[in-house]
T-cell receptor, first 114, second 109 residues
């Protein structure tokens, strides 16, 4: 089975711009979660989608948004980029919502905001 | 706020020595705890979860509710264990995964 894929792998943007990141889950997985990873804050949960609906949300401003399509692929969008948004954005997929379902992580998208 | 604390940023041991990576969590009923590992140039992956009470790659972790700890242990470290280790737990009814900042384990020959 192919693993979780994320595109693009690297991205450079300037302050004020917006960005869209994409995540394709493992085939058959219906849940996709997004995380932000920075050296200072570590891994922080952004949101989780299941069956095209946002099920859980972390403590991030409204500039961070996401969506999930009928094929379970997910996108996250960050508008009005700030320098502090520079981070590795990780996506993880799992079969469903139970905590017993293992999360499988993608390689991440490295976003740099100049 | 619910927290996961990994007090050591870096842990360095020699091959064959015992290793213990510490994880403490803020008290909250019945926590669901996990250890994830990231080897160099690989993806983050689940190592073990406390409900399974399993041993993976020689690692075990015991939930100690009295001390609110979930330390990861291995009796004899191997060089291939060198990696970044993260402790995580599900928090609250909305099931967010809360992460520690990670411990970098270096196993020296």
């Amino acid at each position: 089975k192919a693993g979780v894929t994320q595109t693009p792998r690297y991205l450079i943007k300037t302050r004020g711009q917006q960005v869209t990141l994409s995540c394709s889950p493992i085939s058959g997985h219906r849940s996709v979660s997004w995380y932000q990873q920075t050296p200072g804050q570590g891994l922080q949960f952004l949101f989780e989608y299941f069956s095209e609906t946002q099920r859980n949300k972390g403590n991030f401003p409204g500039r961070f948004s996401g969506r999930q399509f009928s094929n379970s692929r997910s996108e996250m969008n960050v508008s009005t980029l700030e320098l502090g948004d520079s981070a590795l954005y990780l996506c993880a997929s799992r079969l469903g919502l139970p905590s017993t379902d293992t999360q499988y992580f993608g390689p991440g998208t490295r976003l740099t905001v100049l | 706020a619910q927290r996961v604390t990994q007090p050591e940023k870096l842990l360095s041991v020699f091959k064959g020595a015992p290793v213990e990576l510490k994880c403490n969590y803020s008290y909250s009923g019945s926590p669901e705890l996990f250890w994830y590992v990231q080897y160099s140039r690989q993806r983050l992956q689940l190592l073990l979860r406390h409900i399974s009470r399993e041993s993976i790659k020689g690692f075990t972790a015991d939930l100690n509710k009295g001390e609110t700890s979930f330390h990861l242990k291995k009796p004899f470290a191997q060089e291939e264990d060198s990696a970044m280790y993260y402790c995580a737990r599900y928090a609250g009814n909305n099931r967010k995964l809360i992460w520690g900042l990670g411990t970098s384990l270096a196993v020296n020959p």
